[in-house]
């Protein structure tokens, strides 16, 4: 599977995103912002791109992209940058990454992935329930009530 063109298309969707939600609404600097999105795109890409997606649905994976991503950049938003109010920042550009995220899943499956890793690994088990009658069935002569006590 070939890794650069996709990073490279997640770290633009990723650098467009947050320079559009950090650098526009919440005045974030840009290298600040290019820092994010490397690191956000690196994490998120491996983790929930590499090891996550080939496991679970593509709305698992966009969700816990949406968790990475919120908190790494409410980390470093809070830690690193003048934001007044870093926790709305980060929900707010981690909900466009996630959403974004969803659709970047589909073209990794369609495009990239092979065609063993396209659909998640389920594990059906399929038990079934055996029925069958007694060995001693208890019969109201054989047996009373007062015995039992």
Known sequence: ??????????????????YIVLGSIFGVGFVSIFI??????TVSYVI?????????????????D????FFLI??????????????TAALM???????????????????????????PHWHVFNYQAEMAEEFTPVRPDVRSDDEER
Do not use: C, Q
């Open 74 to 87: 409410w980390f470093f938003t809070s830690n690193f940058s003048l934001t007044y109010n870093a926790f």
């Open 48 to 64: 929930g791109d590499g090891v996550l997606l080939p496991k679970t649905t593509s709305f698992k994976a966009a969700l816990a």
């Open 36 to 41: 994010i999105a490397t690191i956000v795109s």
């Open 93 to 119: 550009s981690a909900t466009g990454l996630a959403i974004a995220d969803y659709f970047f899943h589909r073209y990794l499956r369609n495009e990239v992935m092979d065609s063993k890793s396209k659909k």
């Open 1 to 18: 599977m070939n890794h650069v063109k996709p990073f490279f298309i997640k770290f633009l969707v990723s650098l467009l995103i947050l």
């Open 66 to 69: 949406l968790a990475i991503a």
